[in-house]
């Protein structure tokens, strides 16, 4: 036996299962990326970032935010975003992983609960597991669940702070969690609303602020927004008040002992902010693609017409999910499986992904190829 036997035979495992992962070249047409509006290699970004070398602007912080890597670049982001998104203040962070493992270990404190919906990302769990505070689940979009769970914990003598999150549009349904309902469950028990703006940043919202700006300027509202999906950069912002951003910068170690992100990346970040609030045509188009999608493959997914750019069609197993996809891929339509633990067992999927990287003539012929292959599926 050799000393990497046990990873030898849990890879066998996941590859029997229909489980195991691999890195691919994304094929030609582009169904998988969170490059929503097509920023990632666009030629604004392309120039914008030209423009930036060419002024000066440093491709490396050359150290942490407190140690030296601390740019003009960063502090103008935070001021714009604050301002933009409607915040006291904002923090940089060099993606929405890092924000979200800060923002959990870091704020909720010993003594304190975290209720979150069993859907939010596997970076809040992270965060979660390196913090001092209690924390429980509830149920998927379960107000009612979460109540309880409120009312329980203060009856068993609970008097530290709440602190519920949720995303507000999820990666793998496409749905949204009910804002206002959440907002006024928050605003009733004296909690903190975090919520996760991660895939409806830039796509939804006035000004591509996303689904909470309808929540305007409230005291008790923190929300993280990466900027390495619709925005076509990387990192994540948190707008919060501005107490929780001092105490980002004295307690939260995934951004003291972290390397700055590069200046450069800030200012594209900047960038793509302001140009996604004056160029609304953007979400205009994706609307479009949206609603072209639901018409062609509505029938074959009746259940999951979320109206967002998430569009999953329920495989079930895990096997037939992976063939369907690896067939797609062939004929140049870059789809993607996702399969348990990312969901749950029995509803592995093909999570289609709407981006303005592809045209109407794309979305349509995918969709002929996908019918076709689900007959198929079905048939055997």
Known sequence: MTRFEPFHQQLKALDQAGRKRALIIPPAKDFSSNDYLGLAQSVYMKDAAHAA???????GSGGSRLLGGNHREHEALEEFAASHYGAQSALFFSSGYAANLALFSTLPQRGDLVLYDELVHASCHDGMKLGRAETQ?????????LTDRINAYRRAGGTGMIWITAETLYSMDGDRTPLHD???????HDAILILDEAHAVGVFGKRGVGLSGVLEQQENLIVLRTCGKALGGEGGLITMPTVLRDFFINRARAFIFSTAPSPLTAHLVHKAIEYVAQNPALQTRLQDHIKLAESR??????DTRSGSQIFPVIIGE?????????????????????????VPAGTARLRLSLTLNVSQEDILALADLLIEARKLEQAA
């Open 53 to 59: 070398l060419d002024s000066g602007i440093a491709h």
């Open 318 to 342: 895990d096997r037939p999910a992976m063939q369907i996809a690896t067939n797609l891929q062939n004929a140049g339509f870059d789809v993607r499986a996702i399969r348990p633990p990312t």
């Open 297 to 302: 493959l509505g029938l074959l997914c009746p």
């Open 182 to 188: 959440l907002a006024n469950i928050a605003e009733r």
């Open 137 to 145: 689940s509830f149920r998927h979009n379960d107000l009612d669940d």
